[in-house]
């Protein structure tokens, strides 16, 4: 078809429309209906256009709006969780306080070495390598004294522990630097002898974080609890020889 027929034809469709037009205005509502299916069949005739590529591209144009309306929701919530997480943070308190207790055989005499030399340690309180990293361990002083302390070092973990008061007969009470070299924790370990026989083993540790880090704290108190407990479990577990000055780590934790 050369330009000059395509002109004929165009003109050609604009009479019929403007006949269809003029036929809706006259008729009324009914035959109107009528009018605009046939006018949307002549403008279809003049532009042949493939409606299903236009019902397509509906379809993708709707598809955009359902995504990006869903990405937006996203967004959304992940900013209340982040909010919800900071006011959280801000509302409990930024501090630590943990106590457990454990029964143990051994008597206040067998225990008391144990908890008051750092160098004996590490036969019962355990070290994660995997998370924290492997440690440097630096003891200072005399056992069982005041000023006897433990740091280490790791990829993960820093910290130290001074001994402030050592009593034979009931424990050692500490301070601590926990993740800084500032003092921000306290703790004791006490023995008190239980009538039946033993020794009821308490330990117990508090400190505080930042200010905003309310939830990090409570974190804290459950992980530590959980830690305090596996390492009195492991000195109770602890074999002492009759002399009642030396000790060996249960079997499987040297």
Known sequence: MNPLEIERWQHQNLHLIAADLLVMVRAGPVVAMWSIRQICSDLHGWFPLDLSCILHASRRVSSLKLIRRLLLLGCGAFFLLILFLVITGFMLPAKWSVRVEKPSAHSVVDLFPLISNF????????????????????????????GHSYRWTSENSR????????????????????????????????????????????????????????????????????????????????????????????????
């Open 119 to 146: 160098q004996s340690w590490d036969q019962w309180v355990g070290w994660d390598d995997k998370s924290l990293g492997v440690r440097d361990v630096i003891i200072e002083g005399e056992a069982a004294t005041t």
């Open 159 to 254: 910290g130290k522990l001074t001994i402030t008061r050592a009593e034979p007969d009931t424990g050692i009470w500490y301070e601590g630097a926990i993740e800084s070299e500032e003092i921000n924790a306290s703790g004791s370990i006490t023995l008190e002898p239980i009538e039946s026989g033993g020794t009821l083993i308490v330990w117990k540790d508090e400190g505080d974080l930042p200010p905003g880090t309310g939830l990090l704290a409570y974190l804290m108190n459950e992980a530590m609890s959980a830690k305090f407990a596996e390492d009195l479990h492991r000195l109770h577990d602890i074999e002492i020889d009759s002399e009642g000055r030396e000790s060996k780590p249960p079997p499987g934790d040297q």
